[in-house]
């Protein structure tokens, strides 16, 4: 297990933005997410090699290549799937609060186009080495970047409140050119 520094300062920029009843709810919902993965990933007979927290997000390694790209998107996606059902569950057991919606926010974050995240990843566990490779590349750098001008409009309309949303779009936009 890795911890790097930038993990520690987005958690810094997280603590000062949030009270710590919701911060203990996000770190839940964070959780329950990457249990999902732990879990499908021990269902399809594999285990987590190393796990590394930076600010970009979790990345876990597995001890082997997945064999096909069916049982890695079934890993890549089990952790936004654990989010969105207990959101939907909390809703129609009418659990309203602040929990159920950071679960939701949790799912659909992760499913972005950034190679940190679960989007990014189930994006490149299809196009890595096929000939489309650079195109949907080139394509998501536009896409990264509009996602980061919205957040930037949003922040400056919203406040505060959208800020940690917009560093982190940030913080994934240039390390993800950086990985490349």
């Given at each position: 297990m890795r911890i790097y520094f930038s993990f520690l300062l987005f958690n810094a920029v997280v603590f000062t933005f949030s009270s710590q009843e919701l911060l203990f709810q996000f770190y839940t919902a964070c959780v329950l997410h990457?249990?999902?993965?732990?879990?499908?990933?021990?269902?399809?007979?594999?285990?987590?090699?190393s796990i590394s927290f930076s600010g970009s997000g979790i990345r876990m390694?597995?001890?082997?290549r997945l064999c096909s790209a069916g049982k890695s998107a079934f890993v890549i996606l089990s952790g936004p799937a654990v989010n969105i059902i207990l959101f939907a569950a909390l809703r129609e057991l009418g659990c309203g609060g602040s929990f159920p919606m950071l679960n939701l926010a949790a799912g659909l974050y992760n499913l972005l186009p950034y190679r940190q995240l679960d989007g990014g990843?189930?994006?490149?566990?299809?196009?890595?080495?096929s000939v489309h490779e650079r195109i949907v590349r080139a394509v998501l750098v536009f896409v990264k970047?509009?996602?980061?001008?919205v957040l930037a409009y949003l922040t400056f309309i919203k406040g505060t409140e959208i800020l940690p949303l917009f560093g982190a779009s940030l913080l994934l936009f240039i390390s993800d050119i950086l990985m490349y």
């Open positions: 990457e249990a999902g993965h732990i879990l499908s990933a021990a269902v399809i007979g594999t285990h987590i090699k390694l597995t001890d082997k990843a189930l994006i490149d566990n299809y196009i890595m080495g970047a509009a996602i980061s001008v």
